[in-house]
């Protein structure tokens, strides 16, 4: 019987049974100078769409680890339907977003520039490292797909028939979160988008534009102004709760 691993890392490649996986430099250092594993010690992949595999050091090639793979333990789960829009913010802060984010199992990222937004420049590979690292210590096996920078005007074009925009309203203009995603009670298949704006908030004339949209649907998130990672970890966690994926029964 063969122990599962404590170590799980994300790749890329495509995984398949007794494959050769060469890590990167990064995941190699990790594993051998952090970790102080060696030849025949065993490690946790994924990649987002074949499961979960348990792989098998078998040797370093110009200190680059070698595996191989051994044996799928997990098939890949389903992603959900919650994405997160959010008016990008310092860098520490948005770091901390993509990280809960996927703890708390969002799909889709879409950094959205707004009026008040005081950061137009995200990096998006520094985004999809923390979501992948997120990935790694929280047991998921899907990851989420981190989308460029776009306008508010164009996030909103082409708008997906069926899905809700929750839209984050502190100027208190929304209905409470809780009573509206309640209302709908436990579909799991409903399909959301959250929308928090910056640290100014959303201007009038967006207030005023958003509102005449027939997908949106404005939230309030309770009597105290909440920062913006506050917001997205409060809301998507009412979001998860209701909707079921906290149930026992969800992979």
Same mark, same amino acid.
């Given at each position: ?18 494959? !050769? ?9 990790? /594993? =051998?100078? =952090? ?17 979960? +595999? !348990? ?5 370093? %090639? ?13 098939? &890949? ?18 770091? /901390?977003? $993509?990280?809960? $984010? ?17 950061? @137009?420049?995200?990096? @998006? @590979?520094? /985004? ?8 790694? &210590?929280?047991?998921?096996?899907? =990851?989420?797909?981190?989308? %460029?920078?776009?306008? /508010? ?43 928090? *704006? ?6 009038? %004339? ?15 998130? *309770? ?11 409060? $809301?998507?966690? =009412? ?6 994926? +906290? ?5």
């Amino acid at each position: 019987m063969i122990n599962t691993p404590k170590i799980r890392l994300y790749i890329d490649d495509n995984i398949e049974t007794e494959q !050769i996986i060469t890590l990167n430099e990064k995941q190699s250092h990790y /594993l =051998v100078k =952090v970790m102080r594993l060696n030849i025949s010690d065993l490690v946790l992949l994924f990649n987002g769409r074949d499961g979960e +595999w !348990i792989s098998e050091i078998k040797s370093f %090639e110009k200190k680059l680890v070698v595996l191989k793979l051994v044996k799928c333990i997990r098939i &890949q789960e389903e992603q959900t339907n919650l994405w997160l829009a959010f008016a990008p913010i310092k860098r520490g802060r948005i770091d /901390l977003i $993509a990280e809960k $984010a996927t703890e708390l199992g969002v799909s889709r990222l879409i950094p959205v520039i707004t009026a008040h937004t005081q950061t @137009t420049k995200v990096n @998006t @590979t520094r /985004l999809r490292a923390n979501a992948n690292e997120a990935a790694e &210590q929280c047991n998921r096996l899907t =990851v989420p797909e981190i989308i %460029e920078p776009t306008s /508010l005007k164009n996030f909103l074009s082409s708008w997906p028939l069926g899905r809700i925009l929750l839209v984050a309203d502190e100027t208190g203009g929304g209905a409470p979160i809780l009573d509206i995603i309640g209302r709908s009670g436990r579909k799991e298949n409903t399909a959301y988008t959250l929308l928090v *704006g910056p640290e100014g908030g959303f201007s009038s %004339e967006e207030l005023d534009e958003l509102s005449k949209l027939p997908f949106v649907t404005k939230i309030d998130l *309770g009597p105290r102004v909440l920062r913006a990672e506050t917001a997205v970890v409060a $809301a998507i966690s =009412v979001i998860q709760a209701v909707s079921g994926d +906290w149930q026992n029964d969800k992979v």
